[in-house]
């Protein structure tokens, strides 16, 4: 075969598989719809912002942070020293004894009646010998059974650096220097025993959480809802007012949701811990109420001769008239207070009356419950109080804290740690949500 008839018959072959079936079908696919917009995906907008999202700073930036410093320390966080005593803590005997304790007959029999309905029942229960060995336990295991130690300033540093990394500050607040040296700078200011021995660092992890609870206490504000939030989740619920020892009120707090390490120190310092952890007061004095009947010159209002509690009482009493003043005018009481309130106020008034003591305005004869309930009344919240406080639930929440408190106060019974941190926290709170300055 000569070279011309090789070429011509290698051509006519090339044509002829040019023109076979599966050629041709190829042909079809490659130019189809399908193969077309498998095209346009590839060379497309989404494609290209995929690509360069891949290539992006921000993709490089999650590369660099997961093979970066702060993934390193958070590695070397979960398995340092630091999480395993913790670890140790949750998963050791103590912390089991706790949780059979809590989950034992003998609590569960004091959660139902701390949920019964009477006081009295409460009262009668607190006499059982069953309850006074669970209270006495509760005791024992926070105090008793605990050798508290002062650790010692050169400690300090290390500890603050391992607890900030665990215990986030509150996220807005806005703190100029750094909450590691914050931190390290208010444990040194403790000066007595407050850390449980063997347990130093879950103790400071409680101590800063007192301080993240107290910034975010201090926010401009501070009923918003993140730091209901937080008080929710740290402090719990309210407690109904029982006449019950300072630990079985303590133990109540604990199971109604109180942090047990917000409270896990010794009683007899407790209040100057919750100072040191930034819940410090210096108010100005309340508008002093003014007898409308029988005016007693020697009778004087001191707030510097009150309590905490009575200041902010009488603070919230004014607000409230002065809002609801503004809304209705002197009628304000009968338009803006329910019928029953009303009546309240004024058989206690009358007594007031009665005996020859001053006299005042209705107002000043509410207490944290009345409050709360002409607070939230739907009307008044919506016109007068929602701007202030943000969510009526947790405004009745935080006074209904304080209403046991200020029975306890009423009846000269000494504070439980827990009666304490209510006081402070909430005391704080409402008197930042009323633009009043705490001079700290």
Same mark, same amino acid.
């Given at each position: 075969?000569?070279?011309?008839?090789?070429?011509?018959? +290698?051509?006519?072959?090339?044509?002829?598989?040019?023109?076979?079936?599966? *050629?041709?079908?190829?042909?079809?696919?490659?130019? #189809?719809?399908?193969?077309?917009?498998?095209?346009?995906?590839?060379?497309?907008?989404?494609? /290209?912002?995929?690509?360069?999202?891949?290539? &992006?700073?921000?993709?490089? $930036?999650?590369?660099?942070?997961v093979?970066?410093?702060? @993934?390193?320390?958070?590695?070397?966080?979960?398995?340092?020293?630091? $999480?395993?005593?913790?670890?140790?803590?949750?998963? &050791?005997?103590?912390?089991?004894?706790?949780?059979?304790?809590?989950?034992?007959?003998?609590?569960?029999?004091?959660?139902?009646?701390?949920?019964?309905?009477?006081?009295?029942? =409460?009262?009668?229960?607190e006499?059982?010998?069953?309850?006074?060995r669970?209270?006495?336990?509760?005791?024992?295991?926070?105090?008793?059974?605990r050798?508290? *130690?002062l650790?010692?300033?050169?400690?300090?540093?290390?500890?603050?650096?391992?607890?900030?990394?665990?215990?986030?500050?509150?996220?807005?607040?806005?703190?100029?220097?750094?909450?590691?040296g914050?931190?390290?700078?208010?444990?040194?200011?403790?000066?007595?025993? =407050?850390?449980?021995?063997? +347990?130093?660092?879950?103790?400071?992890?409680?101590?800063?959480?007192?301080?993240?609870?107290?910034?975010?206490?201090?926010? @401009?504000?501070?009923?918003?809802?993140?730091?209901?939030?937080?008080f929710?989740?740290?402090?719990?619920?309210? +407690?109904?007012?029982? %006449? @019950?020892?300072?630990? #079985?009120?303590?133990?109540?707090a604990? #199971?109604?949701?109180?942090?047990?390490?917000?409270?896990?120190?010794?009683?007899?310092?407790? !209040?100057?811990?919750?100072?040191?952890? &930034?819940?410090?007061?210096?108010?100005?004095?309340?508008?002093?109420?003014?007898?409308?009947?029988?005016?007693?010159?020697?009778?004087?209002?001191?707030?510097?001769?009150?309590?905490?509690?009575?200041?902010?009482?009488?603070?919230?009493?004014?607000?409230?008239?002065?809002?609801?003043? $503004?809304?209705e005018?002197?009628?304000?009481?009968?338009?803006?207070? #329910? %019928?029953?309130?009303? /009546?309240?106020?004024?058989?206690?008034?009358?007594?007031?009356?009665?005996? !020859?003591?001053?006299?005042?305005?209705?107002?000043?004869?509410?207490?944290?419950?009345?409050?709360?309930?002409?607070i939230?009344?739907r009307?008044? =919240?919506?016109?007068?109080?929602?701007?202030?406080?943000?969510?009526?639930?947790?405004?009745?929440?935080?006074?209904?804290?304080?209403?046991?408190?200020?029975?306890?106060? @009423?009846?000269?019974?000494?504070?439980?740690?827990?009666?304490?941190?209510?006081?402070?926290?909430?005391a704080?709170?409402?008197?930042?949500?009323? &633009?009043?300055?705490?001079?700290?």
């Amino acid at each position: 075969m000569s070279e011309s008839d090789f070429t011509k018959r +290698l051509s006519q072959q090339l044509r002829e598989m040019a023109d076979s079936p599966l *050629v041709k079908a190829a042909r079809e696919m490659a130019e #189809s719809p399908h193969a077309k917009a498998l095209r346009e995906m590839v060379d497309g907008p989404q494609a /290209k912002a995929l690509r360069e999202m891949v290539d &992006g700073p921000h993709a490089k $930036a999650l590369r660099e942070m997961v093979d970066g410093p702060q @993934a390193k320390a958070l590695r070397e966080m979960v398995d340092g020293p630091h $999480a395993k005593a913790l670890r140790e803590m949750v998963d &050791g005997p103590q912390a089991k004894a706790l949780r059979e304790m809590v989950d034992g007959p003998l609590a569960q029999r004091m959660r139902a009646w701390t949920e019964a309905s009477v006081p009295e029942t =409460w009262r009668g229960f607190e006499s059982r010998p069953e309850m006074q060995r669970f209270v006495k336990q509760i005791s024992d295991f926070q105090v008793a059974a605990r050798t508290f *130690v002062l650790p010692t300033l050169d400690t300090v540093p290390q500890l603050a650096s391992g607890i900030s990394r665990i215990i986030e500050p509150y996220r807005a607040t806005a703190i100029a220097d750094d909450r590691q040296g914050r931190l390290a700078r208010k444990i040194s200011e403790l000066n007595q025993p =407050w850390a449980i021995a063997g +347990l130093v660092n879950p103790s400071a992890a409680g101590f800063a959480r007192l301080v993240r609870l107290s910034d975010a206490a201090h926010v @401009a504000a501070p009923f918003s809802e993140s730091i209901s939030e937080l008080f929710a989740s740290e402090l719990g619920g309210h +407690l109904e007012a029982f %006449e @019950a020892s300072a630990a #079985s009120r303590d133990a109540a707090a604990v #199971s109604s949701g109180l942090q047990a390490d917000l409270i896990a120190f010794p009683p007899a310092s407790y !209040g100057s811990i919750v100072l040191t952890a &930034g819940f410090r007061f210096n108010v100005m004095a309340p508008p002093l109420p003014q007898a409308i009947e029988a005016a007693d010159p020697d009778a004087v209002y001191d707030s510097n001769h009150s309590t905490l509690l009575s200041t902010v009482e009488q603070h919230l009493r004014q607000f409230v008239e002065d809002r609801l003043l $503004a809304l209705e005018g002197p009628s304000w009481v009968k338009k803006r207070v #329910s %019928e029953a309130a009303r /009546k309240q106020w004024a058989e206690r008034q009358a007594e007031d009356r009665q005996l !020859g003591r001053p006299v005042y305005g209705l107002i000043h004869y509410a207490d944290f419950m009345d409050l709360a309930d002409v607070i939230t009344q739907r009307n008044n =919240w919506r016109e007068a109080f929602a701007g202030i406080f943000g969510n009526a639930d947790d405004l009745r929440m935080s006074l209904h804290r304080l209403h046991p408190v200020r029975k306890a106060i @009423a009846h000269s019974r000494p504070l439980s740690r827990a009666d304490v941190l209510f006081l402070f926290a909430e005391a704080t709170r409402i008197l930042k949500a009323l &633009g009043i300055d705490i001079l700290a």
